[in-house]
């Protein structure tokens, strides 16, 4: 009996920790999720140091945060047409192209000091200023994992999807701060020498990243656009236009003969149409998102990964090898806590999950510059990392499941382009207000705009329903 309870309470647990889901998941779907465990581990690396490296060249802070911005700005170019036309130049391509960059981008660093070229290369080859995605791959890797996932899984999928990327940025974080370190102790050895080598470690990781991208198989490519709609769906799309059109504007609802639907298209067809369609329901769906998306990652601009690296330093003096043990254990605590949010979003909802759980990281990253002392400052930081990404995976399920499958890489690029075009413009915010000695406003605004989207999340989206296996 002990046996049947104890088995009973393994395959419980194995099921609300989505240890099945993630296991039984096809091959393409593992390695995506490894793709991102590499990228992020590059962009954790290079985001301890960025600032650092960058001060060291002699570029005051100002400059360093219009460097972060407009890093955002030039992704947001790049990630808007990408994303777009993903789907129709083929996903693992643009993949492909993403890594490639990322080799370049990380070489130019490694080789040169120059400003504007640190600056082009940061662009095209997607350095990361926040240690979080930016670039269109999460877009395409997110569309594609909805796509190989079956809807009662796919949270589950996207948990572990997002615990391995968190979980490459903690160590990332760690080995650059200990390996910089170590580094500096060698005879001859300067600063930024150290940091170039992590440059030179992320074009490694680069380069196995392509790799990983060319075993991707054909099931990652997108299916073919559904055109035979259910009867729900239709009466759906009927109220939505009956909104926005007059009475001769509105379809004919009477059913057609089999001979006269129109036909799916077929793939011939398909490759000339690159860029896809949007229908109105998603558009409406897209507009609030984006609306309250820009000011979470606004808030998120203003306290990026490498401007808390760069606060605990110049405020406490930290070492960069204890620096990255505490960004170890708060992207550690951060990744595991999103299994944690799987299991609650099956209890209570997606959207209630993504608000309950992020609305004390907010709290919490608001008071971090308060203490004057480096331990109740770390107790903080830590304790906004257990809630601070709680809400991604329920976020990316919720938003794979209101729009239509065929329309989630598009809608989800442009998603992405809206949050980091919002983001770009609190690194500027940041470096002039640690210019002017008001460093800890920027976290202050940062945790209160992030309370105020939590709120207005849920007033805006609770009760909308799925559209999984809608055709339009």
């Known amino acids: 009996?002990?046996?049947?309870?104890?088995?009973?309470?393994?395959?419980?647990?194995?099921?609300?920790?989505?240890?099945?889901?993630?296991?039984?998941?096809?091959?393409?779907?593992?390695?995506?999720?490894?793709?991102?465990?590499?990228?992020?581990?590059?962009?954790?690396?290079?985001?301890?140091?960025?600032?650092?490296?960058?001060?060291?060249?002699?570029?005051?802070?100002?400059?360093?945060?219009?460097?972060m911005s407009m890093t955002l700005w030039g992704d947001v170019v790049i990630s808007f047409f990408l994303t777009l036309l993903a789907d129709g130049l083929g996903r693992r391509r643009i993949l492909m192209l993403g890594a490639a960059l990322m080799i370049a981008s990380g070489l130019a660093f490694a080789f040169t000091d120059n400003y504007w070229v640190l600056v082009a290369a940061s662009i095209i080859g997607v350095i990361s200023p926040s240690g979080n995605e930016i670039g269109p791959f999460k877009a395409i890797e997110e569309s594609t994992l909805s796509q190989l996932s079956p809807a009662e899984i796919r949270s589950d999928i996207f948990a572990w999807y997002i615990l391995l990327g968190n979980a490459g940025t903690a160590c990332g974080m760690i080995l650059c701060g200990w390996l910089v370190e170590w580094l500096q102790t060698l005879n001859g050895w300067t600063s930024s020498r150290a940091y170039r080598v992590i440059f030179g470690l992320y074009a490694f990781l680069g380069l196995l990243k392509?790799?990983?991208?060319?075993?991707l198989s054909e099931k990652c490519e997108p299916e073919p656009p559904k055109r035979e709609y259910q009867p729900v769906t239709?009466?759906?799309?009927?109220?939505?236009?009956?909104?926005?059109?007059?009475?001769?504007?509105?379809?004919?609802?009477?059913?057609?003969?089999?001979?006269?639907?129109?036909?799916?298209?077929?793939?011939?067809?398909?490759?000339?149409?690159?860029?896809p369609s949007?229908?109105?329901?998603?558009?409406?769906?897209?507009?609030?998102?984006?609306?309250?998306?820009?000011?979470?990652s606004f808030a998120s601009g203003l306290a990026t990964s490498t401007w808390l690296?760069?606060?605990?330093?110049?405020?406490?003096?930290?070492?960069?090898?204890?620096?990255?043990?505490?960004?170890?254990?708060?992207?550690?605590?951060?990744?595991?806590?999103?299994?944690?949010?799987?299991?609650?979003?099956?209890?209570?909802?997606?959207?209630?999950?993504?608000?309950?759980?992020?609305?004390?990281?907010?709290?919490?990253?608001?008071?971090?510059?308060?203490?004057s002392t480096v331990f109740l400052a770390m107790t903080l930081l830590v304790l906004r990392a257990c809630t601070q990404n709680m809400d991604q995976a329920p976020r990316q399920a919720f938003l794979a499941a209101a729009v239509l499958p065929s329309e989630r890489t598009a809608v989800m690029g442009v998603v992405n382009v809206v949050k980091t075009l919002s983001q770009s413009g609190g690194p500027v915010m940041t470096g002039w207000l640690a210019g002017v000695k008001r460093f800890g406003v920027a976290f202050v605004v940062a945790g209160a705009l992030k309370a105020g989207y939590d709120l207005a999340m849920l007033k805006m989206f609770l009760g909308v329903r799925s559209r999984e296996g809608s055709g339009g």
């Open 278 to 296: 949007i229908s109105p329901t998603s558009r409406a769906i897209l507009l609030k998102l984006s609306l309250l998306f820009s000011f979470d």
């Open 309 to 371: 690296t760069y606060f605990f330093i110049t405020k406490f003096s930290l070492p960069e090898g204890y620096l990255g043990t505490l960004f170890f254990t708060t992207s550690l605590i951060a990744a595991l806590s999103n299994l944690v949010a799987a299991s609650i979003s099956k209890r209570i909802g997606l959207l209630k999950t993504m608000v309950f759980t992020h609305f004390p990281s907010a709290i919490f990253l608001a008071l971090i510059p308060l203490p």
């Open 210 to 215: 392509l790799g990983l991208s060319i075993m």
């Open 234 to 275: 239709e009466l759906d799309n009927i109220e939505t236009e009956s909104l926005l059109s007059s009475d001769d504007d509105l379809p004919n609802t009477q059913p057609q003969p089999p001979s006269k639907l129109t036909p799916a298209p077929t793939a011939s067809k398909k490759s000339w149409s690159i860029i």
């Open 1 to 67: 009996m002990d046996g049947i309870s104890l088995r009973t309470s393994g395959n419980w647990l194995m099921n609300e920790l989505g240890l099945y889901s993630i296991s039984g998941s096809s091959r393409d779907s593992k390695l995506l999720c490894l793709q991102r465990f590499l990228r992020l581990f590059a962009y954790g690396a290079s985001t301890l140091i960025l600032a650092l490296y960058l001060s060291t060249l002699g570029i005051s802070d100002a400059r360093i945060g219009l460097f």
